[in-house]
């Protein structure tokens, strides 16, 4: 089955700076990668996804980069807020109506103000 | 905005006991899915419903665990018989076909 790593565990930024948290993922039919934040007492909530047929996305100040070859996927945060602090899971699936999501072990984001 | 709803927000259990927890996922949603995540862990797929039916199950899926949708707007997740590792948060998620799949705030279940 899927088996998705996430690194660093922990990444403290200064505000204002960016932040990256790569993922790797191993089934090459995966083609869906989702990535959640996870506020202390909460779910899980989306934050920006990318399917296998787009390299980049990006959406105001939070970007994600898949390389399919090398099996790979980034987040990028730039000009973080303190807001930013938070748990942030990657995730992989296969698109075909039953999304099971194979999460990664999760990134534990401070943003140092 | 539409939110899945989930109660109770903790459960505590003596081992044995069973437990139901219950979950009130978008109402046109038409997959339904629950995940646990213990203590510092990563988020785990237990089992996906669709259709009134089982989609898919994980191997942590055994025969102590049950779903079931006994109406138009709840999903539940029985477990029959607690284990203290059976402790964990657990997260039920929804989504339309091929689309976000929005999680809910979870149950915390203390097995002791």
């Known amino acids: 089955g899927e088996n998705v790593e996430q690194h660093p565990s922990t990444l403290s930024v200064q505000e204002g700076d960016s932040a990256v948290i790569k993922c790797t993922y191993s089934?090459?039919?995966?083609?869906?990668f989702p990535w959640y934040k996870q506020e202390l007492g909460k779910g899980p909530q989306l934050i920006i996804d990318?399917?296998?047929?787009?390299g980049e996305k990006k959406d105001q100040r939070i970007a994600v980069t898949l390389n399919k070859t090398a099996k790979h996927f980034s987040l990028h945060i730039t000009e973080t807020q303190p807001e930013d602090s938070a748990v942030y899971f990657c995730?992989?699936?296969?698109?075909?109506?039953?999304?099971?999501?194979?999460f990664g072990t999760g990134t534990r984001l401070t943003i140092i103000p | 905005e539409p939110e899945v709803t989930q109660t109770p927000s903790h459960q505590v259990t003596q081992m044995g006991q069973e437990v139901i927890l219950r979950c009130v996922p978008i109402s046109n949603h038409l997959y339904f899915y629950w995940y646990r995540q213990i203590l510092g862990q990563k988020v785990e797929f237990l089992v996906s419903f669709y259709n009134n039916e089982i989609s898919e199950k994980s191997e942590i899926f055994d025969d102590q665990f049950s779903v079931e949708r006994p109406d138009g707007s709840n999903f539940t997740l029985k477990i029959r018989s607690t284990k203290l590792e059976d402790s964990a948060m657990y997260f039920c998620?929804?989504?339309?076909?091929?689309?976000?799949?929005?999680f809910g705030p979870g149950t915390r279940l203390t097995v002791l």
């Open positions: 995730a992989a699936s296969i698109r075909r109506g039953n999304e099971k999501l194979t």
């Open positions: 998620a929804s989504d339309r076909v091929m689309d976000e799949q929005f």
């Open positions: 089934d090459s039919a995966s083609n869906y």
């Open positions: 990318i399917r296998s047929n787009v």
